[in-house]
């Protein structure tokens, strides 16, 4: 078969579009980092050429999707637990185990809230009524919560009251619709949420584990090398500063230090 100049033009250009096809990767990630790694994603894309796509949901909600097979070329949790089990189960590349974030928790109410709890240990008080908080079985958030109020000694008194969201998000809407008295969520969530709530108390950082998020390449991944590439970006000054803009803190030096597990 002859080829025709403008054939020869469409294979030219379909080509470079293959290539870059091959580096296209689909990341699964805690539903907190949505606005951040959306950021992260597109200023990607413009000095790579390479599209990212993302599913978000809760850890633990990932982790069940890694678990059954879902394609999915790299996995960034709200906690470690949830890549630990990927690693137990030899479905992470555990050389590429790193910590790309921090952040903090904190309690929120209703911005139109009348008389909002004043602090975590307030939550105790029964006048408060519900309090959301993310279920501590799946989502890292919650877990979070649930080691605080275990700290301040209102764990028994809250639970009773307890209203649990299938992510942190969720547990964010219950607070800005005034479903709820108070809700505890990411320090990342409040901000993203403006005017809607109101910090009422940041989580001293005794009461909880630290609020990291480990990513992980996906041992079964047809594109590991880009999922490689992505991960790489993420430590970048450019991607750092992203990702502060959204209220996330740097990995400390220890975390660098101690990549995996």
Known sequence: MRLTPLLLLTLALATPLARAADDDITVAAAISLKDALTDVAKSYQSDTGH???FTFASSGQL????KNGAPIDLFISAAERQVDQLAAAK????ATRRIIARNDLVLIAPAAAKSPPTSFKDLADPRHGRIA???PKTVPAGEYAAQVLDALKVADAVRPR?????NVRQVLDYVERGEVAAGIVYATDAQESGAKVRVIERAAPETHAPIVYPAAVISASKRADAA???LDYLATDKAQKLLAARGFTPPTPQDSAHPAR
Do not use: C, E, H, N
């Open 91 to 94: 479905l992470i590349d555990p």
């Open 162 to 166: 307890a209203v649990y969201g299938s």
């Open 63 to 66: 982790m069940a999707q890694v």
């Open 133 to 135: 908080l993310g279920d």
């Open 51 to 53: 599209r990212v796509g």
């Open 228 to 230: 490689k590439k992505f």
